[in-house]
């Protein structure tokens, strides 16, 4: 697995053995209410078959027993286990997004007083998808030794995190926070500076300056201690280790312990980090 986004159920995946057949493309663009899509799959561990229907709404949420799934399209096109994880195509075979989950009963609990759900099923978006893979693809590419400098290779893998905050939103915050960690230990600064929303980006004075000084850091663990807040923001404390050149670290560190509060920003697609200060002071020799 080379990326996980738990808010829209997407992963990225890569085979042991090379994938033939149509290689198919991403939407530019979401699809307008009301469009006309088409979904293919192997339903109920059958053949392959086609279902059409049309988008139903955008930007739902569900919940499911591994947490709540956020900005879905909806769909009345005829979905079953085994279409997930399948395209959701629009007329010109372009994937307007990747089949998530369907609503079985409307009260949620399959007992007797429950009312059967018909033509509600949900699909990430394509254009959140392509971005995502890009992204992970980004991080997952072998850097060319040229570009490496002193840059301490490491993977997703290192950055041990726990989370100990008991919030609806968790696990979209800890993915966000993980794609900024997980990109600055790949190099990708980019993919690291698009975590912050445009008014942070602003006030840092662009990327050059951010990423000046990072080129021997990069995270080890994320501690999430608490989140607190509502609606469109939230305010997140953690714990966050580091390892970096000691003429990169405070006080000529080469290991420190962050104590950092970051302000969480939703941005109708990701957390999106806004603020980051440091309430416990400077960090400390880990």
């Known amino acids: 697995m080379l990326g996980i986004n738990d808010s829209r159920d997407l992963a990225l ?15 530019t663009t979401t699809p307008a209410q009301g469009v006309e899509v088409a979904a293919i799959g192997f339903p109920l561990d059958g053949g392959m078959t086609f279902t059409a229907g049309r988008v139903s709404a955008l930007n739902q949420e569900v919940d499911t027993d591994s947490g709540t799934l956020r900005g879905l399209i ?6 079953n286990p085994g279409n997930s994880g399948g395209p959701l195509l629009l007329m010109d075979g372009s994937v307007a997004g990747v089949v998530s989950a ?23 978006p394509g254009t959140t998808a392509a971005a995502q893979a890009t992204d992970w693809g980004k991080r ?10 002193d840059h301490a290779a490491t993977s997703s893998s290192d950055i041990i995190t726990t989370n100990s905050a008991e919030h609806e939103h968790a696990s979209g ?15 990708a ?8 929303t445009p008014e942070m980006q602003a006030d840092m004075e662009g990327l050059a ?23 469109d923001e939230l305010t997140v404390d953690t714990n966050l280790r580091t ?18 509060r970051y302000t969480m920003a939703w941005d109708g697609d990701i957390w999106r980090i806004a603020a980051a200060e440091s309430p416990a002071g400077p960090p400390k020799p880990c």
């Open 13 to 27: 995946l890569r085979t042991a053995t090379p994938v033939e057949g149509h290689q198919f493309r991403f939407a």
């Open 74 to 79: 909806q769909t009345d096109t005829a979905l």
């Open 102 to 124: 369907k609503r079985a009963w409307v009260l949620g609990t399959g007992g007797t007083n429950d009312y059967g759900a018909e033509g509600t099923g949900y699909a990430a």
């Open 140 to 149: 997952t590419t072998p850097l060319p030794s040229a570009s490496c400098r």
């Open 173 to 187: 915050v800890i993915q966000s926070l993980l794609r900024h960690g997980q990109a600055i230990n790949r190099d």
């Open 189 to 196: 600064y980019e993919s690291a500076f698009a975590v912050f």
């Open 209 to 231: 300056v951010w990423r000046a000084g990072l080129s021997t850091s990069f995270w080890r663990a994320l501690t999430i201690n608490s989140i607190s807040g509502t609606d």
């Open 243 to 260: 390892e970096q050149a000691a003429q990169d670290g405070q006080d000529g560190q080469t290991c420190s312990d962050w104590g950092l």
